[in-house]
């Protein structure tokens, strides 16, 4: 069986696909059986070959006593026999799935894929898309048929970037497998390394939805605390204090308001809507939230601009300072960042706006989102917004802040961490 050839190093894993979900697993596999960690990018393969991880997420010590080789040559790929794909899986401009590098994944698969062998998919998507756009490239491809020549699963991700808690192997996993003995194979293999344990679902796509629900219901609940906190800014009251007040019921869910962005929470729920209207039914709720988080970028930026106004500040001689641009906090992740979205909403107001991170790569900013980032903070500005909480901006004071500002500044703070904090500067959280 696939299993015990993997533990007893008769044959090897490959893991395709080394950003923030596939190096951490393949590195788990890596301390138990032989691993070709494989990425289409030679300049990340050589980073990780001199055990450095692009992502910024892993020491080198990670990669310490590791049996692994990092490859960019899909040929090295033909001396594994079981494939775990770990690719992105993002939207496009018109919200719908990019199913384009999992696709390609796919392809690699096909090419390289041998009889007996095994090929589990790691990435979010909709459910049916593994069993009806993936394993029909691998089949095209190979010659080969699903079930009888080779077998196939699915074992959603649950990686969160930063989180030191919540890491992979502490976080249960769900598995899937195409009929019973590929089901019992694959979670034998993640049970070797997920210290959690395993769930195992009864079907690829039963594993599909469940992934993605996650992120949805995440979304949701965060959409109406966003709305709540529009509402509760019309109402003249404090977003936070009503949080508060209402957590003191057991059953209350502890969800704030903020700038949804990320690989995740930002893009799953247009996956699971997309295969909604395939299926003709077009979502409401899901469709509302998405709306909602995709508009909180404006929404701050019109009340900052109305604040300046109403502070007889000058748009073209106006100055503000943008503190935070990754889409949370103590991570170098800027994928899909609403901060970037809320930049640019500024700009569009013809304002003069600086951007500073301690996370936060400059070059991958001005490559991404065209923006330009300070080395540091400066003085001077009409406004600062705090917009991701990174743990060096939680002990500023009051007259730090007014010493970076001019005496009509207002301070911006979306995650509400100087709340009860600031009393003489103009200040609002949402």
């Given at each position: ?126 459910p049916g898309c593994t069993e009806e756009d993936c394993i029909p490239v691998i089949e095209k491809i190979s010659g080969l048929k699903d079930k009888t020549d080779f077998k196939s699963g699915y074992s959603p991700e649950r990686i969160n970037p930063g989180d030191t808690k ?127 988080n995709d508009e909180m970028p404006a929404h701050v930026a019109k009340k900052i601009v109305q604040d300046l106004i109403k502070a007889e500040v000058g748009m073209s001689s106006a100055k503000i300072l943008v503190m935070g641009t990754t889409f949370k906090e103590d991570v ?99």
């Amino acid at each position: 069986m696939i299993y015990q050839d993997l533990i007893d190093k008769k044959k090897k894993l490959a893991v395709i696909g080394l950003g923030y979900v596939g190096l951490p697993i393949a590195l788990e596999f890596a301390k138990h059986m032989d691993v070709i960690g494989f990425d289409i990018n030679p300049e990340r393969v050589q980073m990780m070959q001199n055990k450095i991880d692009p992502s910024s997420e892993l020491e080198a010590e990670a990669f310490e006593g590791k049996s692994i080789s990092f490859t960019a040559n899909l040929d090295d790929l033909k001396d594994a026999s079981f494939y775990v794909v770990a690719v992105p899986t993002p939207v496009n401009e018109a919200k719908s799935p990019n199913l384009k590098p999992v696709l390609s994944a796919s392809e690699s698969v096909g090419k390289v894929i041998s009889k007996g062998d095994y090929v589990v998919f790691e990435s979010t998507v909709y459910p049916g898309c593994t069993e009806e756009d993936c394993i029909p490239v691998i089949e095209k491809i190979s010659g080969l048929k699903d079930k009888t020549d080779f077998k196939s699963g699915y074992s959603p991700e649950r990686i969160n970037p930063g989180d030191t808690k919540h890491t992979l192997i502490d976080v249960v996993k769900v598995v899937s497998g195409c009929d019973e003995v590929s089901l019992e194979e694959i979670a034998k293999v993640y049970e070797l390394v997920i210290r959690a344990g395993v769930h195992r679902a009864s079907s690829i796509k039963v594993a599909e939805a469940a992934k993605i629900i996650e992120n949805t219901q995440r979304d949701l609940n965060i959409a109406l605390m966003n709305e709540l906190s529009i509402i509760f800014e019309k109402l003249d009251i404090n977003t936070y204090e009503v949080l508060e007040a209402a957590n003191t019921k057991w059953n209350f869910l502890n969800f704030y308001p903020g700038l949804v962005g990320g690989h995740c929470i930002g893009v799953d729920p247009y996956y699971l809507t997309y295969k909604s209207e395939q299926l003709g039914y077009k979502s409401r709720v899901i469709l509302a939230g998405r709306g909602i988080n995709d508009e909180m970028p404006a929404h701050v930026a019109k009340k900052i601009v109305q604040d300046l106004i109403k502070a007889e500040v000058g748009m073209s001689s106006a100055k503000i300072l943008v503190m935070g641009t990754t889409f949370k906090e103590d991570v170098a992740d800027i994928r899909n960042s609403k901060v970037a979205d809320l930049i640019h909403e500024l700009k569009a107001y013809n304002l003069n706006v600086e951007v500073v991170d301690p996370f936060a790569d400059g070059g991958q900013m001005k490559k991404e989102y065209d923006i330009e980032m300070s080395e540091s903070i400066g003085s001077g500005y009409d406004a600062i917004i705090l917009a991701v909480n990174h743990a060096p901006y939680r002990n500023y004071n009051e007259d730090f802040f007014k010493s970076k500002m001019t005496s009509k500044g207002i301070l911006v703070d979306i995650k509400g961490i100087y709340r009860n904090k600031i009393k003489d500067l103009t200040y609002w959280s949402l």
